[in-house]
């Protein structure tokens, strides 16, 4: 399939007309790879208001309550008690048309012994956030090394590790998680995080391996070879980055669930444990408040979903952006529409 | 073929082998069955502590101890097999085990059933309609199942599927307002659904919310949520709607043999229900079975009486029909016991733990309504897990298969909508999902541990779990190998399916 330089621009019939011809009548500079994912991802709107979302929250959880010696914005921390403002806890926060947003002292509301929602699940959402990044870094590294190493030496070491990654399958990911959670003892995020990022590996390497087996007969891999380029040059320099696309995108929905896994186990008790807040581990300890004081429960849930909605979405619209095949079919959809 | 088989079910063993090994590695040393006797103040610690080493063999390393396990497990091929038992319960862990599985899958069939055919059918639907509004809301709803935790769900089912149900039930009736939202929500729903011009959509919408609003109106006034029946008038109402359903799918209505094979079978089911009801108080589960498959054989014979030059077409269609009609008859069986089983649940008919109401001495048609009240909530919750990924998954296949060569061929042939979608299309879509469902139920069946948990299921998830916490591991070994064996046999299972469906696929390797 070779790709076209059709303008990047909502696909209306006669604006796309005009532009190729605008653009072939100017000399334009080409596009490199990157800049064409970047605009595709840019012009896909569900993932932009996702990313932006993301990023709100990461910026709230780090500047409102601070990141280790660092102080936030926010007046309280996850730990202290406090007097019961109002009765029962009920969240501070008043959206009206008449007042505006008010915050009031404690706007999530407060739990039986009066610590602070919002200061928790702030904490919760930031440990939950870094276990998810250590996964995704660390499944990651992992995946391409043994899928690259495996795709590009073949025979018996391709064997070997295909072996391997079955193996590492065959353990069910919610079952070796919590094994790994009662190993480390539970209540460290980043040992957590390392943990889980040594099992998840797997579908990362299988698609590298496919990747990287249909690579290695191109011609570029023989040009770089007849070079005298080492293996290791080959397989980092000139072939990773043709897999980058499928790496990428496999990365976000690896991400949106990890962070799913990790609070899942953080709610069975096998994963961050207190006095350390996760969101899991928040809703497992406030569940049974449910009936009571709902706010409790709402919360960390809400994140929960946030987070991992904007990542998937995030994925999506990497996978668009990243397919070569978007560009036929975009055209193609308001065709097959009208029958 | 056969080398194939062999060669992948040898390396399996390996897989297996070297799995068992590593985790038995990992769990003897997450787990510590002497953690709570460390820290007891009884007099006879010591002794204790003495014993439980000698019963679980803790002197000798881990690696050792599974050689022991394992000659354990292999004891099995010649019939002196053992896996050990569990300290806690002091039962046999093949005892526990076959307990769990039947739970489990009790629990999992009808969530992975419901799953694959909810989700192939919205996906499919989805993939006809691509990029209209009805496409963007499911793509954007699988997307939100994808990112739901299934803890927190699980919760909010409980609250609202449970409680918020049981005491709508002290109250059955639906306020106007609720009515009318309900009614403009299945009127919007079906116009994306049906498509068109615009008069055309505005039409179903109209039709479909008066529809349902009326029927909702009426099941409310009626006190139809107290005293739930469909009775022989609904039942034959809704049966001509299944004949002309499955015809339309199955062969097109164009087909009159196959539309009178599929209209008798309903005309049948009714003429049967008053003289079934005498039969169902002696009911048992293998009658019901033998009633079932007496219908599908009745079908049978009725679509090929009606004969013609393709009769397989007239049988298809009468027991796709038949099937339809034997469900109504049973669900409208099920139903009439609904007052008594209320009853006896005190008006909360819907539960939120356990399997079963212990100690209910109810006859067979009670039974199975208690089962399937305790069965809605942790299958609603499985159920909205997989049904996204089934979406997905048939969504993008049917695209992918709508975008071939031979669809073009079938159009220019002049072959209607309906045969180009349900034989050439369809069919060829379900192939790569073929290779996903055994995979997927191999997860499911391992992978239920959240939901058991919180519904209080004894099954496979809640054995490993409780284990677990309890510092068990005898039962936690037993369980992985019953899911590990399952997956690894899953993977082979999916390579033979996929090379016995597609012909592009060979297995020699």
């Known amino acids: 399939m070779t790709l076209q330089p059709t303008p990047l621009t909502p696909p209306t019939e006669d604006t796309t007309e005009s532009l190729e011809n605008a653009i072939e009548l100017k000399e334009v500079e080409g596009l490199s790879q990157g800049q064409i994912v970047f605009r595709r991802f840019v012009r896909h709107r569900g993932a932009m208001i996702a990313a932006l979302v993301l990023l709100l929250v990461i910026l709230l959880a780090t500047t409102s309550i601070g990141v280790g010696p660092f102080h936030g914005w926010w007046q309280w921390d996850h730990i202290r008690k406090h007097d019961i403002a109002i009765p029962g806890g009920r969240p501070t926060l008043v959206i009206s048309l008449t007042h505006g947003i008010q915050l ?19 904490r919760g959402t930031q440990r939950s956030l870094t276990v998810m990044l250590i996964i995704g870094a660390l499944a990651t590294t992992i995946g391409i090394m043994i899928g690259a190493a495996s795709g590009f030496f073949r025979g018996r070491i391709d064997t070997l590790l295909m072996r391997f990654t079955d193996m590492v399958i065959t353990i069910p990911i919610i079952v070796i998680g919590a094994v790994l959670g009662k190993l480390i003892g539970g209540g460290n995020a980043i040992l957590l995080g390392v943990a889980l990022g040594l099992v998840t590996w797997t579908t990362m390497a299988r698609l590298v391996r496919g990747d990287f087996l249909s690579l290695r007969e191109r011609e570029f891999v023989d040009a770089a070879r007849v070079a005298g380029a080492s293996n290791s040059r080959i397989m980092f320099k000139h072939m990773l980055p043709n897999a980058i696309g499928v790496i990428i995108v496999n990365t976000t929905l690896l991400m949106a669930s990890a962070i799913l896994l990790e609070t899942a186990l953080s709610y069975l008790g096998f994963g961050v444990k207190p006095p350390d807040v996760s969101l899991g581990q928040l809703i497992n300890e ?7 004081r709902p706010w409790l429960f709402w919360w960390p849930g809400l994140f929960i979903v946030l987070i991992a909605l904007c990542v998937n979405f995030i994925g999506d619209g990497l996978r668009d952006a990243f397919d070569p095949r978007q560009q036929r079919r975009i055209p193609n959809q308001r065709k097959t529409r009208q029958r | 073929m056969l080398t194939f088989l062999v060669r992948r079910l040898a390396s399996a063993a390996v897989v297996l082998l070297a799995s068992t090994f590593t985790f038995f590695i990992l769990v003897s040393y997450a787990v510590d069955p002497l953690e709570e006797l460390r820290y007891s103040t009884q007099i006879n610690k010591e002794q204790l502590m003495e014993a439980r080493i000698r019963l679980l063999d803790l002197d000798t390393p881990p690696v050792l101890r599974y050689f022991h396990w394992l000659r354990g497990v292999l004891g099995y091929l010649w019939g002196d097999g053992s896996l050990g038992a569990s300290w806690r319960t002091n039962r046999q862990t093949t005892e526990l085990l076959s307990g769990a599985i039947g739970v489990t899958l009790r629990l999992v069939a009808a969530a992975a059933l419901l799953a694959m055919i909810l989700g192939i059918t919205v996906g499919i639907a989805s993939a006809l309609r691509q990029y209209s509004g009805f496409d963007y809301s499911i793509t954007f709803m699988s997307f939100l199942l994808y990112s739901l935790p299934t803890f927190w769900v699980a919760v909010l089912l409980k609250q609202w599927g449970a409680i918020g149900f049981n005491d709508f039930l002290r109250d059955p009736t639906i306020g106007l307002w609720g009515l009318i939202g309900i009614a403009v929500v299945a009127g919007l729903i079906w116009s994306a659904l049906v498509g068109g011009p615009k008069r055309r959509r505005l039409t179903t919408l109209a039709i479909a919310g008066g529809v349902t609003g009326l029927t909702l109106w009426f099941m409310s006034a009626t006190g139809w949520f107290l005293k739930p029946s469909l009775g022989p008038v609904l039942i034959a109402i809704t049966g001509v709607a299944i004949a002309f359903g499955a015809t339309s799918l199955s062969t097109g209505l164009r087909n009159r043999r196959a539309l ?55 049988v298809r269609t009468a027991a796709l029909t038949a099937i339809g009609v034997s469900l109504l008859v049973f669900a409208d069986r099920v139903m009439q016991v609904w007052g008594i089983y209320s009853d006896y649940a005190e008006g909360r008919p819907i539960a939120t733990l356990g399997a079963a109401t212990p100690g209910l001495n109810g006859d067979f048609w009670v039974d199975t309504l208690d089962q399937y009240t305790h069965l809605v909530l942790p299958t609603t919750a499985l159920l909205l897990i997989s049904f996204a990924g089934y979406t997905r998954y048939s969504r993008g296949s049917l695209l992918e298969v709508l975008n071939q060569d031979y669809i073009r061929t079938a159009r220019a042939k002049g ?55 309890g510092s068990d591991p005898n039962p936690i070994m037993g369980f992985f190998l019953v899911t590990g064996s399952l997956a690894v046999l899953a993977n082979i299972v999916a390579d033979l399916v996929y090379a016995g469906l597609d012909p592009r696929i060979r297995v020699n390797a």
Do not use: C, K
């Not at chain 2, 108080?281 to 498959?293: D, E, H, R, S």
């Open chain 2, 415 to 469: 072959l209607t909508e309906r045969t180009v979608i349900m034989r050439h299309a369809f069919r060829n879509a379900l192939i790569p999902l073929a290779t996903v469902i055994p995979l997927d139920i191999a997860a499911i069946l391992s992978g239920a541990v959240i939901t058991e948990t919180i519904f209080g299921w004894t099954g496979m998830g809640n054995l490993f779990i409780t284990s677990l916490r």
């Open chain 2, 260 to 314: 009178y094979s599929a209209l008798t079978v309903a005309a049948l089911g009714v003429a049967l229900w008053y003289p079934l009801q005498f039969v169902f108080p002696y009911a048992t589960a293998w009658l019901i079975l033998g009633l079932f498959a007496l219908s599908l054989l009745a079908a049978a014979v009725i679509g090929w009486a009606y004969g013609g030059p393709d009769r397989r077409q007239s």
């Open chain 1, 104 to 122: 009031g002292d404690f706007p999530f509301g407060q739990d039986t012994i009066g610590r602070d929602i919002f200061a928790r699940v702030m």
């Open chain 1, 286 to 292: 406030y569940q049974s408040a449910f009936a009571t």
